[in-house]
């Protein structure tokens, strides 16, 4: 049961490159979303989507770009990075929107951008 | 102001303790608690949620909720090495968001 798998595991960009982190889940969850991971900041939402097709803001979107062709796969991509965008990126996706459906991580992706 | 704080610790217990954490929250409004378990290199997972004030018991964890003071609570009893790990805090006001504490990190000593 692999659950949430993102790739890479590690990954060192130069500024202005642009690159995606890959997210797919196998539990056929409705819910998906990318966090950033920071020390002193704790988790933060980049960008969500309830299904298919749809995709919306979260609290720190800016810098990255996400799409929803499929139930399964939820990519992020980063345009242009930034040192700022040096973080470890959690993907996470949960049966549906609800406090008491529980969201499940992937093991994260660790990016520095120098 | 954050919507969360936590303490970041560090904390240190000897195996065997009772280890409090705890986190405040600034919003009333705020109706669901989780805490999540994060072990190093991993991702969070869902420890125990609650929506109600008081407390939930599951195994050696309690998570307690007092909504007047906005503060919320993880207990662990009989503390083990295992446990070792960085604890979050979430809340949530409609389930739609999920706003995290920045994480204690805990080392239970054996």
């Known amino acids: 049961n692999a659950g949430v798998t993102q790739t890479p595991k590690f990954q060192v960009l130069k500024t202005g490159q642009s690159m995606t982190l890959q997210c797919a889940q196998d539990?056929?969850?409705?819910?998906m979303s990318w966090y950033r991971q920071d020390p002193g900041m704790g988790l933060r939402l980049i960008h969500y989507s309830v299904g298919a097709g749809i995709t919306d803001q979260g609290e720190v979107p800016n810098g990255y770009n996400v799409s929803r062709s499929t139930t399964e796969d939820f990519p992020l991509r980063l345009l242009s990075a930034a040192p700022s965008q040096t973080s470890v990126y959690f993907c996470?996706?949960?049966?549906?929107?609800?406090?008491?459906?529980?969201?499940?991580f992937g093991n994260g992706t660790r990016l520095t951008v120098t | 102001q954050k919507e969360v704080e936590q303490d970041p610790g560090p904390l240190s217990v000897p195996e065997g303790a009772i280890v409090s954490l705890n986190c405040t929250y600034s919003n009333s409004a705020f109706q669901y608690f989780m805490w999540y378990r994060q072990y190093s290199r991993k991702g969070p997972e869902l420890l125990m949620y609650t929506y109600s004030s008081g407390n939930k018991e599951d195994g050696r964890f309690t998570a307690q909720v007092d909504k007047s003071s906005k503060y919320i609570s993880l207990f662990i009893r009989d503390s083990q090495p295992s446990d070792s790990a960085t604890y979050l805090c979430?809340?949530?006001?409609?389930?739609?968001?999920?706003?995290f504490g920045t994480g204690t990190s805990l080392t239970v000593i054996p």
């Open positions: 979430a809340i949530s006001n409609t389930g739609n968001q999920f706003y």
């Open positions: 996470a996706s949960s049966f549906r929107l609800s406090y008491n459906s529980p969201l499940h």
């Open positions: 539990m056929n969850h409705e819910y």
